[in-house]
T-cell receptor, first 113, second 111 residues
């Protein structure tokens, strides 16, 4: 069974630009969660999608948004990038939510210059 | 809101020695508790989880953790570590809506 895949693996953007990250969950998993990992703030929850609906949202500004498609693939969008958005963005999938075992992808490393 | 505190940011230990990684949490509701491990340049992987029942939980790679409700702790232990256990370990709490992670503990196993 294929694991969680994230594309692209690395991204370099400049301040003010926007970016879209993609996540393909494990087949059969309907829940996709996104996390931001930085050395200073650690792992922080962004949002969770389940069956194309945002079910939970963390404490991030509205510049961070996401969506989930009917095949459970998910995208995360960050608009008007700031230097502080530089981070490793992790996607995790599970059968029914974060209360289950989550399977994490390798992450997308975003650098904002 | 829930919070998770991992008391040690780094734990150096010699190979074959026992280790304990400490985790304390706060929450106003019942929680599920997890330990995840992140090996260098890899994604996070579940070590073990506590949902209910026996307070001693056994996980993969010889790790175990004990849930202590009165002390709101969920410490991770291994009786004898191996070089390959070198990684970052994250304690996490689920309290009904989202998973909250601790700051992580870097376990450094020395030969």
């Amino acid at each position: 069974k294929a694991g969680v895949t994230q594309t692209p693996r690395y991204l370099i953007k400049t301040r003010g630009q926007q970016v879209t990250l993609s996540c393909s969950p494990i087949s059969g998993h309907r829940s996709v969660s996104w996390y931001q990992q930085t050395p200073g703030q650690g792992l922080q929850f962004l949002f969770e999608y389940f069956s194309e609906t945002q079910r939970n949202k963390g404490n991030f500004p509205g510049r961070f948004s996401g969506r989930q498609f009917s095949n459970s693939r998910s995208e995360m969008n960050v608009s008007t990038l700031e230097l502080g958005d530089s981070a490793l963005y992790l996607c995790a999938s599970s059968l029914s939510g974060a209360q289950d075992e989550q399977f994490f992808g390798p992450g997308t490393r975003l650098t904002v210059l | 809101a829930q919070s998770v505190t991992q008391l040690d940011s780094q734990v150096p230990v010699f190979e074959e020695a026992p280790v304990e990684l400490r985790c304390n949490y706060s929450s106003s509701v019942s929680v599920y508790l997890f330990w995840y491990v992140q090996y260098p340049n890899q994604g996070l992987q579940l070590l073990l989880k506590y949902l209910s029942g026996s307070t001693l939980v056994k996980g993969i790679n010889g790790f175990e953790a004990e849930f202590n409700k009165s002390q709101t702790s969920f410490h991770l232990r291994k009786p004898s570590v191996h070089i390959s256990d070198t990684a970052e370990y994250f304690c996490a709490v689920w309290a009904g809506n989202m998973l909250t992670f601790g700051g992580g503990t870097r376990l450094m196993v020395k030969p």
